[in-house]
């Protein structure tokens, strides 16, 4: 009785607008404000059933209780910078030549925000927004330049976890903590008389780096406190199935090597990994909740449209890999949540969309005309009627996302199409390396290329994407773009060129034989080899909502 009659007083406080609020109204019929949370690596899969079971996410739960969910969204580029790319743009990755991590857009290039501002919006960013050329380090520049050089190193360090035994520790990623407040604070200070629209960018749940010596070098690190661990239900963690080094396909096969995953794992220690990344998922469940209670306090949740996705997901121990730069579920499937004035509540959407849909959407929110030859499509014409821009619906969306992605981990630039069943998964020119297809209605773990058994459903997605972007044609421009990359950024270090090129991430394995590897690399260069996976890899065949309660701390 007294747990319930807290609740109700919780309820009661949360309902009443505070009063300082109430002297800056915004006027009637203005546009609505937008709040826009991306994180970094959070696998979308998370935000329905039966993700939501193995981990404690109750705003993420909050946002589809009272607002839309996109069950079948998607990253444009399963890697930072190029998917933050295409958000920003609603661009496909090879129309803006985002290739890497170090290669985005200009930084004058005018974004859906830029437009915003011109049509009178109020706008801030806090944060992660990583969406222009020039930034992440020198190791992962060169590793995405070098991918087709025929050498095999560990780029990563093992996985590990690391774990803050202490249950009262809330705040553990300070830095996107404290940008989470200057985002409260700014709206605490905005001016409500006029639309505002506000972007949050969060670094978790993406591993954390730390920079070590000895066997396990520069390895990316799980890490949590205890007060978030026990949001997991580690009986609900599912242990991925992984096949055999010799069947994976080549490609995964470099992936797993390269990201130091091919030595042995026990069950015990993909299950903390994975344990701990889930953890690390309710601390941004938590942030994001924070935004969503200023934004009650002040009276603007009614008056705000609240949006929440990621740049991409997590493979944690999938495929035995971590990281992204994957075309499977865990790295490529995003969150994508909406929320607020003409969202439907409680909708779950399952056409398939992806990140370059949110520059129409903003646009689209603001009433504001869509440029021509976006990649994009709003996704207000999937909420029936929510749409203001009568333009949008002109648009017809087509039943089909793609991602592609072209840097480092992956030595073989990649395509994937994903459209009703079925996820089609085409490499480099499309002749040297074998391509996937995966049923997901039968197969969701995609454990079982079926390319060869279908080879009409295969020849006809392969049509359909060549339609969409000529695939072997762009493999080609990013295998002369790292070559062009790799002399220059060379030339640039002239004489200390061997000893920086040994001192990168792979030193390890570099340094047991760095003639041997310089010598790969200067074949590379001058020889006039296609774009192929060139690397030795094996052989393969209403009212107002009751909120939850803060944890700010």
Not at 420 to 441: C, H, M, R, T
Request: contains cysteine.
């Amino acid at each position: 009785m007294l747990l319930l009659l807290v609740s109700v007083v919780a309820a009661l406080a949360l309902a009443a607008p505070a009063p300082r609020t109430q002297k800056k109204r915004m006027q009637v019929n203005q546009a609505p404000n937008v709040v826009l949370v991306a994180s970094d690596s959070f696998d979308g899969r998370l935000t329905f059933q039966p993700g939501s079971q193995v981990v404690k996410l109750p705003f993420i739960n909050f946002m589809r209780a009272h607002g839309t969910t996109f069950l079948n969204a998607y990253t444009n580029s399963p890697i930072c910078c190029p998917s933050r790319a295409a958000m920003w743009s609603g661009l496909f990755t090879h129309l803006t030549e985002s290739w890497n991590n170090f290669k985005g857009l200009d930084p004058n290039y005018t974004t859906w925000m830029d437009i915003m501002e011109k049509h009178g919006y109020q706008t801030q960013k806090f944060g992660k927004v990583d969406y222009t050329s020039g930034h992440h380090s020198i190791s992962n520049r060169v590793e995405a330049w070098t991918r087709d050089v025929a050498f095999l190193l560990r780029q990563e360090g093992r996985p590990i976890i690391n774990l803050i035994p202490d249950k009262n520790r809330r705040r553990v990623m300070t830095k996107d903590w404290q940008n989470t407040d200057k985002a409260i604070e700014w709206l605490r200070q905005v001016n409500y008389t006029k639309p505002f629209v506000l972007y949050l960018g969060l670094n978790l749940p993406h591993p954390y780096p730390s920079p070590s010596s000895g066997e396990n070098f520069g390895s990316s690190t799980f890490h949590t406190s205890l007060y978030w661990l026990e949001k997991v239900a580690y009986d609900a963690i599912k242990i991925p199935k992984w096949l055999t080094l010799s069947q994976m396909h080549p490609v995964d096969f470099y992936s797993s090597y390269t990201k130091n995953c091919t030595g042995k794992f026990t069950e015990n220690e993909i299950k903390n990994i994975r344990a701990f990344y889930y953890a690390m998922c309710a601390e941004t469940d938590a942030m994001l909740g924070e935004i969503i209670l200023a934004l009650h306090k002040l009276d603007l949740l009614q008056k705000t449209i609240v949006i929440y996705t990621s740049d991409h997901g997590e493979m944690a121990m999938e495929h035995r890999q971590f990281y992204k730069m994957s075309m499977y579920e865990a790295s490529v499937h995003v969150p994508l949540l909406m929320m607020g004035p003409g969202i439907k509540a409680n909708l779950q959407v399952p056409s398939v969309v992806s990140l370059v849909d949110i520059y129409p959407t903003m646009l689209d929110i603001a009433g504001i005309a869509l440029p021509p030859n976006l990649s994009g499509y709003s996704l207000l014409t999937l909420l029936s009627n929510a749409s203001a821009n009568e333009q949008a619906f002109k648009f017809h969306r087509p039943p089909w996302i793609l991602s592609e992605f072209h840097g480092c981990n992956a030595n073989a630039s990649t395509y994937m199409l994903r459209t009703g069943q079925w996820k089609y998964i085409a490499y480099a020119d499309g002749a040297s390396v074998q391509p996937q297809l995966f049923d997901l209605s039968l197969d969701p773990d995609e454990l079982t290329n079926i390319a060869t058994e279908f080879p009409e459903i295969t020849y006809s997605l392969d049509q359909k994407l060549r339609s969409i972007v000529n695939y072997p044609k762009v493999s080609a421009s990013v295998h002369q773009y790292n070559k062009e990359q790799f002399i220059m950024w060379k030339q640039s270090v002239g004489q200390n060129y061997s000893n920086v090129i040994a001192h990168l991430r792979w030193h390890q394995d570099w340094q047991r034989d760095p003639r041997k590897y310089e010598n790969a690399i200067q074949h590379w260069l001058t020889a006039h080899s296609s774009p192929l996976a060139s690397s030795p890899t094996q052989s393969t065949s209403g009212s107002q909502p009751t909120l939850p309660q803060s944890t700010s701390g």
